[in-house]
């Protein structure tokens, strides 16, 4: 799970561990979702497909808490095929999950160009994908089942659908688009939809080995994150298990992933947010642009509450700390440990300004590197077990 807002790294863990399951699951969100991978040496950056799916042994689930953009997901695939990757008899996605449409999408742009007029857009992602929630919430969506229908069946449904977008919110749809798209996706996806909810518990019961990679994170969760800066889907531990229709019994342990630092994309709260100087060197250093967007992230200090709020919420038992090497050439490191009247208190930790790329055990961490990460667990009682030092995958402390 995010600890934060969004783009800690959770891609890597992910795909790391997934050697070791049998099956890595998405629970809830969309395309909204953005991490890249690496396919025939060429880079990607997958949205909907988890990461870990290139381990040809293990079966891909996509839980009825998504919202899929057919085409979206319909061009992953095609990429992996292109690279002599076929996924499809590994695939399977629940017919409860919701199908947002190109009209989501015009719905979302066109609301936040009103919000940014009147001074308060969220920056969402414009995938559609809170417009596509919406749906669900109102009972109006459709769901991955549709692709189950007989042809002229959802021609008809995926009509009427649009025809309520378009008088309701008055934005332009083109109805024989979103038809050829979801009769394209029927084509290729239908043996892929299951209509069994306990698809992932059968699972475990049956003795396999289930991995879940949280998408965006727990301060956008749309309950207990810094609403309405939020997504609109449950990004905690409690969302992840509604969304794959999961009791909580059946987690044996909850890795919290967060930067050794902080970011953010789009509007909202950021107690810890750096002046220019500080987070331009953070956001070149670290590549702190959206790879969904391409936006630039606003970068800043670790806010050690946001940490304690994250490991409480979800029981986090172990914490992966990403791109500590972000941090080597800094000479102080402002912490947030507190708040204040809406302001931060920091504590200020010595730099290490000693490359740390690359390092694998902690012992041969620089020591202010050592006390560093000794604060976030000692601060927030949760081990930091994993520590990312570059983006490769052997780029990894494991204590
Ligand atoms: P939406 O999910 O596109 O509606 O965007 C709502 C808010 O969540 C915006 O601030 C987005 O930047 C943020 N957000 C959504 N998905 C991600 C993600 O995967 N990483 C980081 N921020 C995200």
């Not at 109102?138 to 089942?145: A, V």
């Not at 038809?179 to 306990?198: D, R």
């Not at 309950?223 to 449950?234: A, C, K, L, Q, R």
């Not at 606003?298 to 941090?327: E, S």
Request: charged content about 20%; aromatic content about 6%.
């Amino acid at each position: 799970m995010g600890a934060q807002w969004g783009d800690e790294g959770k891609g890597k863990i992910v795909d790391i561990l997934t050697e070791h399951y049998d099956v890595v699951a998405r629970a809830c969100g969309g395309a909204n979702a953005g991490h890249t991978i690496v396919v025939g040496g060429k880079k990607h950056v997958f949205h909907l497909l988890p990461s870990g799916s290139l381990h040809d042994h293990v079966q891909v689930f996509l839980g009825a808490g998504m919202v899929i953009h057919l085409s979206t997901l319909l061009r992953e695939l095609q990429t992996l095929h292109d690279a002599g990757i076929d996924l499809l008899p590994r695939l399977v996605i629940s017919s409860a999950a919701h199908i947002v449409f190109d009209f989501h999408q015009a719905i979302d742009a066109k609301e936040e160009e009103q919000k940014a007029k009147a001074g308060g857009a969220i920056g969402t992602t414009k995938r559609g994908i809170g417009p596509a929630y919406r749906d669900k919430a109102g009972r109006t969506g459709l769901r991955m089942e549709t692709l189950l229908l007989p042809v002229e069946e959802l021609k008809s449904a995926v009509r009427s659908r649009c025809q309520l977008a378009a008088q309701t919110f008055g934005v332009t749809v083109d109805k024989e688009k979103e038809i050829q798209q979801l009769l394209a996706a029927k084509t290729a996806l239908e043996s892929c939809v299951s209509v069994n909810t306990l698809w992932t518990l059968d699972r475990i019961d049956a003795g396999k080995r289930v991995i879940i990679e949280g998408a965006q994170a727990t301060l956008l969760d749309l309950d207990h994150g810094t609403y309405p800066y939020v997504t609109s889907s449950f990004t905690t531990i409690a969302g992840a298990l509604q969304g794959l229709a999961l009791p909580p019994q059946v987690l044996s342990s909850c890795i919290g992933v967060a930067k050794a630092y902080c970011t953010r994309v789009g509007g909202g709260t950021f107690l810890t947010e750096a002046e220019e100087a500080a987070a331009h060197r953070l956001r070149e250093r670290g590549g702190e642009y959206g790879s969904t967007t391409g936006r630039p992230r606003r970068c800043g200090w670790l806010h050690l509450p946001d940490l304690q709020f994250a490991a409480r919420l979800n029981r986090i038992t172990h914490w992966n700390i990403t791109k500590l090497d972000v941090l080597d050439e800094e000479a102080v490191l402002p912490v947030g440990t507190a708040e204040t009247n809406g302001k931060a208190e920091y504590e200020e930790h010595a730099g290490w300004q000693t490359s740390t790329v690359g390092v694998t055990r902690f012992e041969d961490l620089p020591a202010n590197a050592q006390t560093y990460l000794l604060a976030i667990e000692k601060k927030t009682g949760v081990p930091v077990s994993l520590i990312g030092t570059g983006p490769g995958r052997e780029q990894m402390v494991v204590r």
